[in-house]
């Protein structure tokens, strides 16, 4: 059901899923969702509801934090990732580039530096590795990540979406970043968080239920996964056969503890992977995200959707 579409604009896609058993009303998500076009906040687009019973949405608001001039001392270079980069001052930070300049998502600093031509300014965010296992497995050493300008990304347990704006910033315009979360409480922020970044599509829904979403997702290059629940390889599988295109990817966080409290990580590491071979994929990578995560590795893979 698509609903509110006369009073918006065509340059973002918003996408509401609404959760069944919600306490709001589908007249309350109308409303909201009118006043949020109507108010501060510039979404536009496409608005798409389905599934009935009650309500995700949202509000206004975004965090605002500091933003340092980067100065003579701050270089910002190219990190081996395209996308990525590396602010290089006192200390070496990671950064994205910011794709909505002035704004911080949800505090952290930005970085002002020289854009080359007289008068212009590149803004980046600082990406902290104690905040997002992905920014952990860059530093961690992955070699490749997939996650590059330009591609198409499956993000499984997006939480309020702080990692998901920095994925948002590493895509670009030109990429997509579908982000499902199931808790209503954090699907409000990544809402909030996917009205400036337009290349956000919000999904407040179950991932272990990919029929649900399935209207809302073309073929994706790439899977993340943070859902941190025991049958988290199961739902990669799921979101794989339904979304993933052949000889795509996946990148994985595994907490070893949701899996099994009781047998070492690496025995935990080990019996995921093989689920993983299970599902039609062929292992890639493995490293630690030790020291900014205890007992959690970042796994990568790629997926043979034909056997031949
Ligand atoms: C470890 S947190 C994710 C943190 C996030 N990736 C980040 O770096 O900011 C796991 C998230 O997955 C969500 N989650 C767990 N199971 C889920 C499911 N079946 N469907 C959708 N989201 C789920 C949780 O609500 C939680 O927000």
Known sequence: MAFGASKLRSNIELVVVLMSGSQE?????VDLVDA???????????VVASAVDGAVVTAVGSAAGDVAEGGSNTVVEPHRHPGIFIAKGKEHMLVTKNLVPGESVYGEKRISVDGGVEGTKIEYR????????????????LDHIFIQPGKKVLYLGAAS?????????????EGVVYAVEFSPRSGRDLINMAKKRTNVIPIVEDARLPNKYRMLISTVDVIFADVA???????????AESFLKDLGHVVISIKASCIDSTAPPDVIFAA????????RFK??????????????????????????
Do not use: C
């Open 283 to 308: 292992a890639l990578e493995q490293v630690t995200l030790e020291p900014y995560e205890r007992d959690h590795a970042m796994v990568s893979a790629q997926y043979r959707r034909h056997t031949s």
């Open 161 to 173: 979406g702080t990692s998901v704006s920095h994925v948002a910033d590493i895509v670009g315009p």
């Open 36 to 46: 949020a076009v109507d108010g501060a906040v510039e979404a536009a687009g496409t």
């Open 272 to 279: 995921e992977l093989q689920k993983l071979k299970e599902g």
């Open 126 to 141: 600082v990406w902290n590795p104690f905040r997002s296992k992905l920014a952990a497995g860059v530093l961690g050493g």
């Open 25 to 29: 009303t589908l007249a309350d998500a």
């Open 229 to 239: 629940q025991p049958d988290q390889a199961r739902i990669v599988i799921r979101n």
